[in-house]
Nanobody, 121 residues
Framework: VQLQASGGGVVQAGGSLRLSCTAS????????VGWFRQAPGKAREPVAQ????????YYSDSVKGRFAVSRDNAKNTVYLQMNTLRPEDTAIYYC???????????????WGRGTQVTVSS
C-alpha cells in the first residue's frame, strides 16, 4: 500500500488543521493506521492510531482531548483533526499503515511522506 499525507500548513496557536492520509490499494480496510510526528532534533513519536475498522483509537497524552483520528474506508482515507494547536505541535507529520486485524500493531511497515505542520505563537 502507498500512503500520501496532506493538509499541513502554517497556523496560529489555538487554530486547527485537518490532515489526510490517502492510501492506494483495495484492501486498505484491513490496515491499522498511525499518525506520527517528528520535530527538529527530536525522535519520531506516535500521535494517534486507529484500528482497521475505526472501532478503537489511541492517542498520546500530549494530544489527547485536542486531536481526533477517524477513517473513511470507502475513500481509503484516514484523517487527523487537530484542534487547539500549540507551538510544540510543530513537526513533520507522517502516516503509517500495517495489515492488522484487531488492535494496534507494534510496528508499521508502510510509511508515507510527511506533511509539515507549523504552529506560530
Amino acid at each position: 500500500v502507498q500512503l500520501q499525507a496532506s493538509g499541513g500548513g502554517v497556523v496560529q496557536a489555538g487554530g486547527s488543521l485537518r490532515l489526510s492520509c490517502t492510501a492506494s490499494g483495495p484492501t486498505f480496510m484491513n490496515y491499522a493506521v498511525g499518525w506520527f510526528r517528528q520535530a527538529p532534533g527530536k525522535a519520531r513519536e506516535p500521535v494517534a492510531q486507529i484500528t482497521y475498522n475505526g472501532g478503537r483509537t489511541y492517542y498520546s497524552d500530549s494530544v489527547k482531548g485536542r486531536f481526533a483520528v477517524s477513517r473513511d474506508n470507502a475513500k481509503n482515507t484516514v484523517y487527523l483533526q487537530m484542534n487547539t494547536l500549540r507551538p510544540e505541535d510543530t513537526a513533520i507529520y507522517y502516516c503509517a499503515a500495517e495489515w492488522y486485524i484487531g488492535g494496534i500493531p507494534k510496528e508499521y511497515t508502510f510509511w508515507g511522506r510527511g506533511t509539515q505542520v507549523t504552529v506560530s505563537s
